[in-house]
């Protein structure tokens, strides 16, 4: 019998606790951020290490679909007090971290990254049954993400842990998020609007997109200013729909593709799509790709003397 | 002003279009026009702004929240900015609001962009008569305004 003890790749694990013991002594770094168990041992949680005694409390496995670059923004001003941090990332975590170093929030030797070799992760934890490890991962419990990933072996980083993998991601972007996407645009715009409506109208403003986003780090969120008021603050449609089309605006050509916004939605508004549509669109108007290489700055706060449009008359 | 709207048919619609202008070209060619002693339809309210490059998307936003049935949005030519890059950021932002909008099934005949100098009075006459002409035939922006009766 599968259990969750079993499944645990204990090679990653062990290597990873004896690299984050190894800094905790020498003092290199305050703080390991990483993944632990919760106390029924279903679901892992963030923990932060301060102690080499405590890095057993470190695990790695493909319920680790959270994305901690969250930790090194200045949301958590807390955890940035407890001094130099080193962080246990996935590739597609490594992508925030390198578009918050592009936009200054913080710098490349500020943080020690441990980049972990990841085979996908389950979107959903509660969908995962124990008796998977990284190599049976069933495709249909993993994100979109995973299916298109092409940092499986972490791009930037201080120590790689894991065996390279050899996956090769698709030419074209697959799988459900874009299926979806290609979907909607083959439909008139009324059928669209009518799509999105009935998404936004559920939002009840929890903003948890924001809370959970590590690009929107914003000391003072639009959202929340009211002289004047540009977004209702109350769960209005009209609203609704007016906070929807910022926070994804304010994300192009800066979102990695984490889907923490929409993991986090409470009421399941499918935030990847309009998030990936417009990273599509950054990508064929700008030719930019968000989170691989810190030294290019963001899209949208540089131009290009060149750029093409045909609607502007 | 309730009883009006409602008595409003839609044969008899006039649009409220609402025009984003930049301060150094557009308004000045609108100006232009003014001086010149162009007629043009009414229905145009126009905003001035220092520059394309102040332009929020929220603007335009606020404005079909508020009733707008259209919106234009204009500046200088590339390379006219008279803050020298002010509209090549405009006009990226542009491209990626313009695609969102689509995206979410806003009809892309209520929302224009152009570019409009000072000296082109004949062009932003010309502009806004098509633009309220279009609006006109499409009727209220129903599906917006829409969202406020909700």
Known sequence: ?????????????????????????????????????????????PVFITKPEDVEKLVFNPLCVNNLSLYLTRKFADIKALGKPAIVAKGCDIKTITVLISESQLKREDVIILGMVCNGVVYKQELWKSGTD??????????????????????????VVGEKSDFKAPDEPAGMVFDKIKDLDKKTSKERWDFWIEHFNRCIKCYACRQICPLCYCERCIAEKNMPQWIETSAHPRGNLAWNLKR???LAGRCTFCGECERACPVNIPLNLVNQKLALVVKNAFGHKAGYDEKVHPPMIVFNMEDQEDFIK | MVGHIQHTQTDSFEPKIVAFVCNWCTYAGADLAGTSRMEYKPHVRIIKLPCTGRIDPLFIIKAFEKGADGVLVSGCHPGDCH???????????????????????????????????????????????????????????????GLCER
């Open chain 2, 83 to 145: 803050y020298t890059t002010g509209n090549y950021h405009a006009r990226r932002r542009w491209i990626a609001f313009k695609s969102l909008l689509e995206f979410t099934g806003i009809d892309m005949k209520r929302l224009h962009f152009s570019w409009v100098s000072a000296s082109e009075a004949i062009k932003w006459v010309d502009l806004v008569n098509n633009i309220t002409d279009e609006v006109k035939k499409l009727g209220p922006f129903v599906e917006y305004k």
């Open chain 1, 248 to 250: 994804a605006l304010d």
């Open chain 1, 134 to 159: 990284f190599k049976s991962v069933p495709t249909e419990i993993m994100p979109t993400k995973c299916h298109n990933c092409d940092v499986r072996n972490p791009h930037i980083v201080d120590f």
């Open chain 1, 1 to 45: 019998m599968w259990s969750i003890k079993d499944c645990v790749n204990d090679n990653m694990e062990n290597t990873l606790r004896q690299k984050a013991k190894e800094l905790l002594e020498k003092g290199d770094v305050k703080v390991v951020i990483g993944y632990g168990w919760n106390k029924r041992k279903t679901r892992v949680t």
